[in-house]
């Protein structure tokens, strides 16, 4: 059964720990809430199922009942002892002490490595988590990469938008660009502060992420590309090409796009084209 707020704050008392914000931690008080996310996981016995930051194990507990295996990956050292004594005796619970993330753009490699073992038994691997919010970005594209079919979180409001965004807003950007073509991007709903403790500042959202991978092994050159191009997001596509170092009017040429234009106007499709022509 999913933890109360008291609940939380007693077994962080028993580990000596409080919410750390290097951490980006905000523990999931809202017990529908903790439904919910397992719920947009789609989760069954079949499952490898990744969390990261899983806290005090809410969540963890919930999913444990409903998956085959549950890795979950916790940084605080004092929440990932309270976890091995709590959950250490289910079997089907394994625990990962560290960052999920080796680099900006790069899986810790045991987390890689459980990932491609489940892909090679064809075992289906899914994130569901409450993400820390500070690693949700760089995290959601390095799993969609490494080929997590589906992926199922919380996250900042403004992140979630920024996933889902279209061409020529405001939200729109690299992030948005790798998610669309990497998967299918839903925001389920959005979540009030109060649903966390420490509340945040913020608003929250449920999303969930549907593996459709349109880059293979171009994801890596392509997200350079784009992150490139969007580094000179207000000047004219013409002039954003050659002076990321392409040959400008090949591209145009071949991708019949009007250099006028800029790249935060073009789909995440014609940004392919685009890539495609300069490559």
Same mark, same amino acid.
């Given at each position: 059964?999913?933890?109360?707020?008291?609940?939380? /704050?007693?077994?962080?008392? /028993?580990?000596?720990? +409080?919410?750390?914000?290097?951490?980006?931690?905000?523990?999931?008080?809202?017990?529908?809430?903790?439904?919910?996310?397992?719920?947009?996981?789609?989760?069954?016995?079949?499952?490898?199922?990744?969390?990261?930051?899983?806290?005090?194990?809410?969540?963890?507990?919930?999913?444990?009942?409903?998956?085959?295996?549950?890795?979950?990956?916790?940084?605080?050292? +004092?929440?990932?002892?309270?976890?091995?004594?709590?959950?250490?005796?289910?079997?089907?619970?394994?625990?990962?002490?560290?960052?999920?993330?080796?680099?900006?753009?790069?899986?810790?490699?045991?987390?890689?490595?459980?990932?491609?073992?489940?892909?090679?038994?064809?075992?289906?691997?899914?994130?569901?988590?409450?993400?820390?919010?500070?690693?949700?970005?760089?995290?959601?594209?390095? $799993?969609?990469?490494?080929?997590?079919?589906?992926?199922?979180?919380?996250?900042?409001?403004?992140?979630?938008?920024?996933?889902?965004?279209?061409?020529?807003?405001?939200?729109?950007?690299?992030?948005?660009?790798?998610?669309?073509?990497? +998967?299918?991007?839903?925001?389920?709903?959005?979540?009030?502060?109060?649903?966390?403790?420490?509340?945040?500042?913020?608003?929250?959202?449920?999303?969930?992420?549907?593996?459709?991978?349109?880059?293979?092994?171009?994801?890596?050159?392509?997200?350079?590309?784009?992150?490139?191009?969007?580094?000179?997001?207000?000047?004219?596509?013409?002039?954003?090409?050659?002076?990321? +170092?392409?040959?400008?009017?090949?591209?145009?040429?071949?991708?019949?796009?009007?250099?006028? $234009?800029?790249?935060?106007?073009?789909?995440?499709?014609?940004?392919?084209?685009?890539?495609?022509?300069?490559?």
């Amino acid at each position: 059964m999913p933890q109360t707020k008291h609940q939380i /704050e007693s077994l962080l008392a /028993e580990a000596g720990a +409080g919410p750390r914000p290097q951490f980006g931690q905000n523990f999931m008080i809202d017990q529908n809430l903790v439904r919910a996310v397992a719920d947009a996981g789609r989760v069954s016995g079949d499952d490898l199922v990744i969390e990261v930051g899983p806290g005090t194990g809410t969540l963890t507990e919930e999913l444990l009942d409903r998956a085959g295996q549950v890795l979950a990956v916790e940084i605080d050292r +004092g929440l990932a002892a309270l976890l091995r004594k709590n959950l250490g005796n289910r079997p089907n619970f394994s625990l990962l002490e560290g960052d999920a993330l080796a680099g900006k753009h790069e899986l810790d490699p045991q987390l890689l490595d459980a990932i491609v073992e489940a892909r090679k038994s064809r075992r289906p691997v899914k994130l569901v988590a409450n993400l820390p919010y500070n690693i949700a970005s760089p995290l959601v594209i390095e $799993m969609l990469v490494a080929g997590t079919e589906l992926l199922a979180f919380t996250v900042q409001k403004e992140v979630a938008d920024r996933l889902a965004a279209a061409a020529g807003t405001a939200e729109y950007g690299p992030l948005s660009v790798m998610a669309q073509l990497l +998967g299918r991007v839903e925001v389920l709903r959005k979540l009030p502060p109060q649903a966390f403790w420490p509340a945040p500042k913020i608003e929250s959202a449920l999303a969930r992420l549907s593996r459709d991978d349109r880059l293979g092994p171009r994801a890596r050159p392509f997200s350079a590309f784009v992150h490139a191009l969007f580094s000179f997001r207000r000047k004219m596509l013409r002039r954003a090409l050659a002076q990321a +170092g392409w040959n400008a009017e090949a591209a145009l040429s071949a991708t019949g796009f009007d250099g006028k $234009m800029r790249a935060e106007e073009l789909s995440p499709q014609s940004l392919l084209r685009l890539f495609l022509a300069v490559s």
